[in-house]
Protein backbone atom coordinates (compact mmCIF):
# COMPACT_ATOMS: atom_id res chain seq x y z
CA UNK A 1 0.00 0.00 0.00
CA UNK A 2 2.56 2.55 0.78
CA UNK A 3 4.56 1.56 -2.09
CA UNK A 4 1.53 2.61 -4.78
CA UNK A 5 1.21 5.26 -3.07
CA UNK A 6 4.99 6.69 -3.37
CA UNK A 7 4.52 5.24 -7.32
CA UNK A 8 1.22 7.63 -7.38
CA UNK A 9 3.26 10.51 -5.79
CA UNK A 10 6.58 10.62 -7.90
CA UNK A 11 4.27 10.14 -11.10
CA UNK A 12 2.32 13.26 -10.08
CA UNK A 13 5.84 14.96 -9.32
CA UNK A 14 7.18 13.49 -12.20
CA UNK A 15 4.15 15.46 -14.09
CA UNK A 16 4.81 18.84 -12.31
CA UNK A 17 8.51 18.79 -12.84
CA UNK A 18 7.83 18.13 -16.71
CA UNK A 19 5.14 21.20 -16.78
CA UNK A 20 7.18 23.19 -15.06
CA UNK A 21 10.18 22.72 -17.28
CA UNK A 22 8.03 23.35 -20.54
CA UNK A 23 6.59 26.27 -19.17
CA UNK A 24 10.27 27.70 -18.62
CA UNK A 25 11.39 26.60 -22.16
CA UNK A 26 8.37 28.29 -23.81
CA UNK A 27 8.80 31.92 -21.38
CA UNK A 28 12.37 31.17 -22.75
CA UNK A 29 11.18 30.49 -26.31
CA UNK A 30 9.08 33.88 -26.13
CA UNK A 31 11.09 36.02 -24.65
CA UNK A 32 13.93 35.21 -27.78
CA UNK A 33 11.35 35.11 -30.61
CA UNK A 34 9.32 38.50 -28.94
CA UNK A 35 5.96 38.14 -29.36
CA UNK A 36 4.06 35.93 -31.12
CA UNK A 37 0.85 35.70 -33.08
CA UNK A 38 -1.85 35.31 -30.97
CA UNK A 39 -5.15 32.39 -32.73
CA UNK A 40 -8.45 34.11 -32.84
CA UNK A 41 -11.84 32.76 -31.62
CA UNK A 42 -12.53 31.32 -35.12
CA UNK A 43 -8.56 29.69 -35.26
CA UNK A 44 -6.74 32.23 -37.78
CA UNK A 45 -3.88 33.62 -36.53
CA UNK A 46 -3.99 37.29 -35.47
CA UNK A 47 -0.89 39.85 -36.02
CA UNK A 48 1.09 40.76 -32.93
CA UNK A 49 0.53 44.03 -30.82
CA UNK A 50 3.07 45.81 -32.58
CA UNK A 51 3.72 48.80 -34.64
CA UNK A 52 4.26 49.06 -38.15
CA UNK A 53 6.52 51.05 -39.60
CA UNK A 54 4.76 53.04 -42.73
CA UNK A 55 5.37 52.33 -46.53
CA UNK A 56 7.35 54.21 -48.38
CA UNK A 57 5.02 55.71 -51.18
CA UNK A 58 6.02 54.03 -54.87
CA UNK A 59 7.20 56.83 -57.43
CA UNK A 60 4.79 57.97 -60.02
CA UNK A 61 7.74 59.16 -61.72
CA UNK A 62 7.01 56.60 -64.85
CA UNK A 63 3.46 58.08 -65.55
CA UNK A 64 4.70 61.61 -65.80
CA UNK A 65 4.11 63.13 -69.21
CA UNK A 66 6.61 62.99 -71.45
CA UNK A 67 6.68 66.93 -71.80
CA UNK A 68 7.01 67.21 -68.03
CA UNK A 69 9.10 70.30 -67.28
CA UNK A 70 12.74 68.66 -65.81
CA UNK A 71 12.51 71.70 -63.27
CA UNK A 72 9.91 69.48 -61.69
CA UNK A 73 12.25 66.94 -59.36
CA UNK A 74 12.24 63.43 -59.48
CA UNK A 75 11.65 61.58 -56.14
CA UNK A 76 14.30 61.30 -54.28
CA UNK A 77 16.12 64.34 -55.84
CA UNK A 78 15.36 66.48 -53.54
CA UNK A 79 15.81 64.72 -49.65
CA UNK A 80 12.96 63.16 -47.96
CA UNK A 81 10.65 63.47 -51.29
CA UNK A 82 9.03 61.01 -53.44
CA UNK A 83 6.53 62.44 -55.99
CA UNK A 84 3.24 60.66 -55.61
CA UNK A 85 0.89 61.96 -58.79
CA UNK A 86 2.79 61.81 -62.06
CA UNK A 87 3.37 65.26 -64.02
CA UNK A 88 0.00 66.25 -65.99
CA UNK A 89 0.87 69.31 -68.54
CA UNK A 90 -1.63 71.77 -70.00
CA UNK A 91 -0.83 74.98 -72.44
CA UNK A 92 -2.15 78.17 -71.30
CA UNK A 93 -5.68 77.95 -72.95
CA UNK A 94 -6.49 74.54 -70.42
CA UNK A 95 -4.77 75.57 -67.26
CA UNK A 96 -7.97 76.05 -65.31
CA UNK A 97 -7.92 72.09 -66.16
CA UNK A 98 -4.56 72.12 -63.51
CA UNK A 99 -5.14 75.16 -61.06
CA UNK A 100 -7.68 74.92 -58.91
CA UNK A 101 -6.97 77.76 -56.79
CA UNK A 102 -9.06 80.59 -57.79
CA UNK A 103 -6.58 83.21 -56.84
CA UNK A 104 -3.63 81.80 -58.97
CA UNK A 105 -6.18 81.32 -62.26
CA UNK A 106 -7.24 85.29 -62.01
CA UNK A 107 -3.49 86.36 -61.81
CA UNK A 108 -2.17 84.51 -64.57
CA UNK A 109 -5.24 85.24 -66.59
CA UNK A 110 -3.55 89.03 -67.01
CA UNK A 111 -0.40 87.70 -67.96
CA UNK A 112 1.25 86.03 -70.79
CA UNK A 113 1.68 82.26 -70.10
CA UNK A 114 2.59 79.48 -72.44
CA UNK A 115 2.22 76.31 -70.11
CA UNK A 116 1.54 75.04 -66.88
CA UNK A 117 2.59 71.89 -65.09
CA UNK A 118 1.24 69.86 -61.91
CA UNK A 119 2.35 66.83 -59.60
CA UNK A 120 2.34 65.70 -55.97
CA UNK A 121 4.88 64.55 -53.46
CA UNK A 122 4.71 63.26 -50.04
CA UNK A 123 8.15 63.16 -47.49
CA UNK A 124 7.84 61.97 -43.57
CA UNK A 125 7.19 65.42 -42.51
CA UNK A 126 4.28 67.04 -45.19
CA UNK A 127 2.66 66.42 -48.83
CA UNK A 128 2.95 69.18 -51.37
CA UNK A 129 0.76 69.81 -54.23
CA UNK A 130 3.12 71.27 -56.95
CA UNK A 131 1.90 73.82 -59.82
CA UNK A 132 4.62 74.70 -61.94
CA UNK A 133 4.28 78.09 -64.58
CA UNK A 134 6.04 78.63 -67.51
CA UNK A 135 5.51 81.79 -68.48
CA UNK A 136 6.30 83.27 -71.88
CA UNK A 137 8.85 86.13 -70.41
CA UNK A 138 10.18 86.82 -66.92
CA UNK A 139 8.67 89.91 -66.46
CA UNK A 140 5.54 87.58 -66.98
CA UNK A 141 6.72 85.12 -64.48
CA UNK A 142 8.21 87.57 -61.92
CA UNK A 143 4.79 90.16 -62.52
CA UNK A 144 2.36 87.16 -61.59
CA UNK A 145 4.86 86.50 -58.49
CA UNK A 146 5.00 89.74 -57.48
CA UNK A 147 0.94 90.28 -57.07
CA UNK A 148 0.64 86.72 -55.74
CA UNK A 149 3.07 87.84 -52.81
CA UNK A 150 2.97 91.78 -52.52
CA UNK A 151 5.84 92.46 -50.33
CA UNK A 152 8.55 90.25 -51.70
CA UNK A 153 11.04 93.16 -51.61
CA UNK A 154 13.26 94.31 -54.36
CA UNK A 155 16.28 91.93 -53.61
CA UNK A 156 16.65 88.01 -55.11
CA UNK A 157 17.80 85.29 -53.57
CA UNK A 158 22.05 84.72 -54.05
CA UNK A 159 20.76 82.49 -56.53
CA UNK A 160 18.53 85.18 -58.57
CA UNK A 161 15.39 83.33 -57.33
CA UNK A 162 12.65 84.79 -54.97
CA UNK A 163 11.26 82.40 -52.46
CA UNK A 164 8.13 83.35 -49.88
CA UNK A 165 5.69 81.56 -47.68
CA UNK A 166 2.57 82.28 -46.27
CA UNK A 167 -0.19 80.51 -44.09
CA UNK A 168 -3.34 79.70 -45.95
CA UNK A 169 -5.86 78.16 -43.85
CA UNK A 170 -4.78 74.50 -43.15
CA UNK A 171 -1.83 75.14 -45.62
CA UNK A 172 1.20 76.40 -46.17
CA UNK A 173 1.60 78.21 -49.39
CA UNK A 174 5.11 78.28 -50.38
CA UNK A 175 5.65 80.63 -53.73
CA UNK A 176 9.27 80.77 -55.65
CA UNK A 177 9.82 82.19 -59.24
CA UNK A 178 12.81 81.87 -61.15
CA UNK A 179 14.01 82.81 -65.03
CA UNK A 180 10.08 82.60 -66.46
CA UNK A 181 9.00 80.08 -64.02
CA UNK A 182 6.68 80.66 -61.10
CA UNK A 183 5.95 77.90 -58.76
CA UNK A 184 3.13 77.59 -55.86
CA UNK A 185 3.68 74.83 -52.90
CA UNK A 186 0.75 73.90 -51.47
CA UNK A 187 1.89 71.88 -48.28
CA UNK A 188 -0.07 69.95 -45.59
CA UNK A 189 2.44 69.56 -42.64
CA UNK A 190 2.33 66.86 -40.62
CA UNK A 191 5.33 68.24 -38.85
CA UNK A 192 4.84 72.33 -38.44
CA UNK A 193 8.86 72.96 -38.18
CA UNK A 194 10.02 70.05 -40.18
CA UNK A 195 7.36 70.26 -42.72
CA UNK A 196 8.15 74.13 -43.73
CA UNK A 197 11.58 73.81 -43.72
CA UNK A 198 10.70 70.60 -45.81
CA UNK A 199 8.78 72.21 -48.60
CA UNK A 200 10.86 75.50 -49.02
CA UNK A 201 13.83 72.97 -49.83
CA UNK A 202 11.79 71.38 -52.16
CA UNK A 203 10.37 74.83 -53.63
CA UNK A 204 14.11 76.00 -53.92
CA UNK A 205 15.41 72.67 -55.43
CA UNK A 206 12.98 73.36 -58.52
CA UNK A 207 13.82 76.80 -59.05
CA UNK A 208 17.52 76.70 -58.83
CA UNK A 209 17.66 74.64 -62.09
CA UNK A 210 16.26 77.47 -64.09
CA UNK A 211 17.87 79.58 -66.09
CA UNK A 212 17.91 83.44 -64.30
CA UNK A 213 17.09 86.55 -65.70
CA UNK A 214 18.49 90.00 -65.16
CA UNK A 215 16.40 92.18 -62.57
CA UNK A 216 13.73 94.40 -63.99
CA UNK A 217 15.05 98.07 -65.11
CA UNK A 218 13.26 99.51 -62.21
CA UNK A 219 14.97 97.31 -59.65
CA UNK A 220 18.11 97.90 -61.00
CA UNK A 221 18.23 101.75 -60.87
CA UNK A 222 16.96 101.82 -57.05
CA UNK A 223 19.11 99.06 -56.09
CA UNK A 224 21.60 101.81 -54.61
CA UNK A 225 18.98 103.68 -53.12
CA UNK A 226 19.10 101.34 -50.41
CA UNK A 227 15.53 101.90 -48.75
CA UNK A 228 13.91 100.78 -45.57
CA UNK A 229 11.66 98.76 -47.07
CA UNK A 230 10.91 98.25 -51.07
CA UNK A 231 8.37 96.65 -53.14
CA UNK A 232 8.36 96.01 -56.22
CA UNK A 233 5.17 95.39 -58.75
CA UNK A 234 5.02 94.36 -62.65
CA UNK A 235 1.87 94.47 -64.13
CA UNK A 236 -0.16 94.45 -67.69
CA UNK A 237 -2.68 96.12 -66.51
CA UNK A 238 -3.18 98.30 -63.93
CA UNK A 239 -6.78 96.40 -62.47
CA UNK A 240 -4.40 93.99 -60.56
CA UNK A 241 -2.73 96.97 -58.16
CA UNK A 242 -6.34 98.23 -56.38
CA UNK A 243 -6.32 95.16 -54.40
CA UNK A 244 -3.03 95.60 -53.01
CA UNK A 245 -2.29 97.20 -49.23
CA UNK A 246 -1.06 100.30 -50.16
CA UNK A 247 -1.96 103.62 -49.48
CA UNK A 248 -0.87 104.90 -52.87
CA UNK A 249 -1.89 102.32 -55.12
CA UNK A 250 -5.58 102.17 -53.40
CA UNK A 251 -6.50 105.22 -54.79
CA UNK A 252 -5.71 104.47 -58.61
CA UNK A 253 -8.42 104.17 -60.90
CA UNK A 254 -7.28 100.82 -62.85
CA UNK A 255 -9.47 101.99 -65.93
CA UNK A 256 -8.10 105.32 -66.37
CA UNK A 257 -4.95 104.70 -65.99
CA UNK A 258 -5.25 101.36 -68.24
CA UNK A 259 -5.95 104.27 -70.88
CA UNK A 260 -3.90 106.86 -70.03
CA UNK A 261 -0.64 104.47 -70.34
CA UNK A 262 -2.31 102.09 -72.73
CA UNK A 263 -1.88 99.16 -71.24
CA UNK A 264 -3.69 97.02 -73.42
CA UNK A 265 -1.78 93.63 -72.52
CA UNK A 266 1.71 94.61 -74.47
CA UNK A 267 2.97 97.33 -72.52
CA UNK A 268 4.46 96.28 -69.34
CA UNK A 269 4.41 99.01 -65.84
CA UNK A 270 6.94 98.49 -63.37
CA UNK A 271 6.05 100.15 -59.99
CA UNK A 272 8.28 100.37 -56.84
CA UNK A 273 7.52 101.73 -53.34
CA UNK A 274 10.29 102.70 -51.35
CA UNK A 275 10.56 104.40 -48.03
CA UNK A 276 13.46 105.82 -46.80
CA UNK A 277 12.66 105.32 -42.59
CA UNK A 278 9.94 103.21 -41.24
CA UNK A 279 7.65 106.22 -40.44
CA UNK A 280 8.13 108.34 -44.09
CA UNK A 281 5.38 107.92 -46.47
CA UNK A 282 6.34 105.66 -49.87
CA UNK A 283 7.39 107.66 -52.42
CA UNK A 284 6.23 105.13 -55.71
CA UNK A 285 8.14 105.30 -58.56
CA UNK A 286 7.04 103.68 -62.14
CA UNK A 287 8.36 102.76 -65.49
CA UNK A 288 6.08 101.70 -68.40
CA UNK A 289 7.98 99.82 -71.17
CA UNK A 290 6.31 99.29 -75.04
CA UNK A 291 6.80 97.40 -78.09
CA UNK A 292 7.48 100.69 -80.06
CA UNK A 293 8.83 104.77 -79.25
CA UNK A 294 5.89 106.21 -80.86
CA UNK A 295 3.61 103.78 -78.01
CA UNK A 296 5.63 105.39 -75.66
CA UNK A 297 5.10 109.11 -76.92
CA UNK A 298 1.31 108.74 -77.29
CA UNK A 299 1.09 107.51 -73.64
CA UNK A 300 2.86 110.70 -72.46
CA UNK A 301 0.62 112.78 -74.55
CA UNK A 302 -2.19 111.47 -73.04
CA UNK A 303 -1.14 111.26 -69.53
CA UNK A 304 0.11 114.97 -69.64
CA UNK A 305 -3.74 116.12 -70.87
CA UNK A 306 -5.14 114.17 -68.11
CA UNK A 307 -2.91 116.09 -65.22
CA UNK A 308 -3.64 119.35 -67.32
CA UNK A 309 -7.57 118.50 -67.01
CA UNK A 310 -7.51 117.25 -63.08
CA UNK A 311 -9.38 118.27 -60.52
CA UNK A 312 -7.52 116.97 -57.72
CA UNK A 313 -6.96 113.19 -56.34
CA UNK A 314 -3.40 111.71 -57.54
CA UNK A 315 -3.43 113.06 -60.59
CA UNK A 316 -2.16 116.48 -58.27
CA UNK A 317 0.62 114.40 -56.90
CA UNK A 318 1.91 112.95 -60.42
CA UNK A 319 5.38 113.73 -62.17
CA UNK A 320 6.18 112.63 -65.31
CA UNK A 321 9.54 112.77 -67.14
CA UNK A 322 9.83 112.28 -71.09
CA UNK A 323 9.78 109.43 -73.11
CA UNK A 324 13.14 108.05 -73.33
CA UNK A 325 12.91 105.48 -76.31
CA UNK A 326 10.26 103.01 -75.46
CA UNK A 327 9.70 103.75 -71.96
CA UNK A 328 8.13 106.55 -69.83
CA UNK A 329 8.82 107.42 -66.35
CA UNK A 330 6.76 108.58 -63.60
CA UNK A 331 5.80 109.42 -59.93
CA UNK A 332 3.90 109.51 -57.42
CA UNK A 333 4.27 111.23 -54.41
CA UNK A 334 3.39 114.32 -52.82
CA UNK A 335 7.64 114.94 -52.18
CA UNK A 336 7.79 116.48 -55.83
CA UNK A 337 11.65 117.59 -54.87
CA UNK A 338 12.50 113.93 -54.31
CA UNK A 339 10.15 113.13 -56.80
CA UNK A 340 12.13 114.94 -59.49
CA UNK A 341 15.47 113.74 -58.34
CA UNK A 342 13.80 110.30 -58.77
CA UNK A 343 12.76 110.94 -62.48
CA UNK A 344 15.98 112.30 -63.63
CA UNK A 345 17.85 109.57 -62.08
CA UNK A 346 16.25 107.19 -64.19
CA UNK A 347 16.26 109.48 -66.96
CA UNK A 348 19.84 108.81 -66.42
CA UNK A 349 19.77 105.05 -66.27
CA UNK A 350 17.59 104.74 -69.69
CA UNK A 351 19.68 106.85 -71.46
CA UNK A 352 22.78 104.33 -71.35
CA UNK A 353 20.67 101.32 -72.45
Excluded at 28 to 52: C, F, L, M
Aim: with cysteine.
Amino acid sequence: MRRATTRRTERALGVMVGCGIALAMACEKQRVAGPSTSVADDGTATAPDEPIEPMTPRSADSRDDPAAPRALPRSSEVQDWIKTEPVRVAPAGQMKSLVDDEELARVLGAFHVERVARCAYQSPYATAQAVLVEASTPTDALGAYSILVPHAGCTARDDGSLLASAKRENQLVVSACQGRVLLQLYCVLGDEEAGAKSCERLAGRTVFSVPAADPPLLAQAVRDVNPEQCDLWLVRTAALLRGLDHPTLRRLNGAELNARLGLTGEAVLSIVSVRQTRESAPLVIWLAEYPTDDAAKAANERYRQAIKDATGGLDQTTLLGSPRGRYLVGTWTAEQETARNLVRMLEQVLAQR
